[in-house]
């Protein structure tokens, strides 16, 4: 077969079945949309992983004049014998204590104020409100219970806080994003390969004469099938580069900008996926694009174009 007769009669099957193209266009691009923005997810979730549980994991409060509820503070403030007792025991803890940080009443103050500037309540705070307290960073996150089971109680200790067991919500929430826009994701993979069945099927029947034309000159099936599938492959990886295309916007203009922003109140705070991520999806999406194509089309040909 010749190329240009090939490609004319493909450039022909597109100007009269546009709006079914158009429309397996639209149906891929939503479909891989949705995968790429699934997979984002579960690499947002990697990222945020890696990035806070580098961070201190637990934080190991005293307790302050104000503390009146815990059993522990029936003395009041912690004394710095206490302090330098709970010090004595994380740095006993070792290699599972990698590394402690005090942080004072006057700094914990600081960053209060700093965190919540806007609040109408701040005045109403003092610094001998805020506890002094030890963030200690585990060399293993999931043993924090050994941490607990050491300090909660003890005298001068308020309280324990596990820094992951917040950000678990967080987690949870990034995973259930995820797994729904997978989901979403398949349904609408499904939709496409519906679509791209009928579309077939329509495309086939109006050509109906020009098929059965090539069949009594002898043309082989492939012949025949060929313009049908590059039509269908051509519109799905238009699908997918517009996907790749919308992927990368909402990833450099939301998620970079708003959040990798280092010359905003959030820079530095968090760390998100960015741009390389959608490079590094891409070929995937395409990958699965021309499997869609291919095999929807050459089954369904099969199926409904007898040669």
């Given at each position: 077969?010749?190329?240009?007769?090939?490609?004319?009669?493909?450039?022909?099957?597109?100007?009269?079945?546009?709006?079914?193209?158009?429309?397996?266009?639209?149906?891929?691009?939503?479909?891989?949309?949705?995968?790429?923005?699934?997979?984002?997810?579960?690499?947002?979730?990697?990222?945020?992983?890696?990035?806070?549980?580098?961070?201190?994991?637990?934080?190991?409060?005293?307790?302050?004049?104000?503390?009146?509820?815990?059993?522990?503070?029936?003395?009041?403030?912690?004394?710095?014998?206490?302090?330098?007792?709970?010090?004595?025991?994380?740095?006993?803890?070792?290699?599972?204590?990698?590394?402690?940080?005090?942080?004072?009443?006057?700094?914990?103050?600081?960053?209060?104020?700093?965190?919540?500037?806007?609040?109408?309540?701040?005045?109403?705070?003092?610094?001998?409100?805020?506890p002094s307290s030890?963030?200690?960073?585990?060399?293993?996150?999931?043993?924090?219970?050994?941490?607990?089971?050491?300090?909660?109680?003890?005298?001068?200790?308020?309280?324990?806080?596990?820094?992951?067991?917040?950000?678990?919500?967080?987690?949870?929430?990034?995973?259930?994003?995820?797994?729904?826009?997978?989901?979403?994701?398949?349904?609408?993979?499904?939709?496409?390969?519906?679509?791209?069945?009928?579309?077939?099927?329509?495309?086939?029947?109006?050509?109906?004469?020009?098929?059965?034309?090539?069949?009594?000159?002898?043309?082989?099936?492939?012949?025949?099938?060929?313009?049908?599938?590059?039509?269908?492959?051509?519109?799905?990886?238009?699908?997918?580069?517009?996907?790749?295309?919308?992927?990368?916007?909402?990833?450099?203009?939301?998620?970079?900008?708003?959040?990798?922003?280092?010359?905003?109140?959030?820079?530095?705070?968090?760390?998100?996926?960015?741009?390389?991520?959608?490079?590094?999806?891409?070929?995937w999406l395409f990958?699965?694009?021309?499997?869609?194509?291919?095999?929807?089309?050459?089954?369904?040909?099969?199926?409904?174009?007898?040669?």
């Open positions: 077969m010749r190329l240009t007769f090939l490609l004319g009669e493909v450039g022909n099957g597109i100007r009269r079945n546009a709006s079914m193209i158009v429309s397996v266009v639209l149906v891929s691009m939503v479909s891989l949309f949705f995968l790429g923005a699934g997979l984002l997810a579960q690499r947002e979730v990697s990222v945020a992983k890696g990035f806070w549980y580098d961070k201190v994991q637990v934080s190991i409060f005293f307790c302050t004049p104000q503390s009146t509820q815990a059993e522990s503070c029936a003395d009041g403030a912690a004394t710095q014998a206490q302090k330098d007792q709970v010090k004595s025991q994380l740095d006993g803890m070792k290699p599972l204590v990698e590394h402690v940080y005090y942080e004072s009443a006057q700094q914990a103050y600081d960053r209060f104020k700093k965190q919540f500037r806007s609040s109408p309540y701040l005045s109403d705070i003092s610094a001998d409100a805020m030890y963030r200690v960073k585990l060399s293993d996150p999931d043993k924090y219970n050994e941490i607990v089971a050491s300090f909660d109680g003890q005298p001068g200790v308020e309280a324990v806080s596990d820094q992951s067991s917040v950000l678990s919500t967080f987690f949870k929430l990034l995973r259930v994003i995820s797994v729904g826009a997978v989901a979403l994701a398949v349904v609408m993979v499904i939709c496409a390969i519906l679509l791209i069945t009928t579309t077939i099927r329509q495309v086939a029947y109006t050509r109906r004469r020009q098929v059965s034309i090539m069949r009594l000159v002898g043309a082989s099936s492939t012949v025949i099938y060929l313009p049908f599938v590059l039509e269908i492959l051509l519109a799905t990886l238009v699908g997918a580069g517009l996907a790749v295309g919308l992927l990368w916007a909402l990833v450099h203009y939301g998620v970079e900008g708003l959040f990798n922003d280092t010359g905003s109140s959030t820079g530095n705070l968090v760390s998100m996926i960015g741009t390389t991520d959608v490079w590094d999806f891409a070929p990958a699965g694009a021309i499997v869609i194509a291919l095999a929807t089309a050459w089954v369904t040909l099969r199926r409904y174009l007898r040669v």
